[in-house]
């Protein structure tokens, strides 16, 4: 059996950073706890999908090109558990994202990176005010 999240946490909007790079992650949990928002990590879709089973999440941050499942498998896989939180996919070849599957997907932004601080900021807090 699945232990769904019932209630957001306290602090600000939580995001879940998928990304197979450890120091990117630490550098965006760095940036979006400054803005303050709650932020929870996952080096791997598989542990994405986990953390999505189990915490609160308001948007999944995801990197495009990961080992084994790549950020659309794992969207997938997360959209089939009834999860629908708002995604922003992160990526150094944009172009490569296949458009009409992420925004079926219920992605929002894919993000060129590496992108500074602002652009990480920016497009976080424009996904939360896009949906709530």
């Known amino acids: 059996m ?5 209630e957001p946490i306290s602090e600000g909007p939580s995001v879940l950073i998928t990304d197979d790079s450890a120091s990117w992650r630490s550098v965006v949990e760095e940036v979006l706890a400054r803005a303050g928002f709650h932020t929870l990590e996952a080096a791997c879709g598989e ?3 986990q953390v999505v089973r189990t ?3 308001d948007i999944v941050l995801i990197d495009f090109h990961m080992p084994r499942l790549d950020g659309i498998e794992t969207l ?6 009834g999860n629908w939180q708002p995604a922003v996919i992160m990526t150094g070849q944009p172009e ?3 458009a009409g ?7 929002r932004r894919v ?3 590496p992108a ?5 900021v920016t497009t976080i807090t424009e996904t939360v005010n896009r949906t709530g």
């Open 47 to 49: 542990e994405a999908i």
């Open 2 to 6: 699945v232990a769904w999240p019932v």
């Open 55 to 57: 915490q609160w999440i």
């Open 96 to 98: 490569q994202v296949p």
């Open 111 to 113: 993000m060129t990176k």
């Open 116 to 120: 500074d601080r602002q652009v990480i």
């Open 101 to 107: 599957e992420a925004k079926a997907l219920g992605v």
């Open 76 to 81: 997938r896989v997360i959209r089939a558990t």
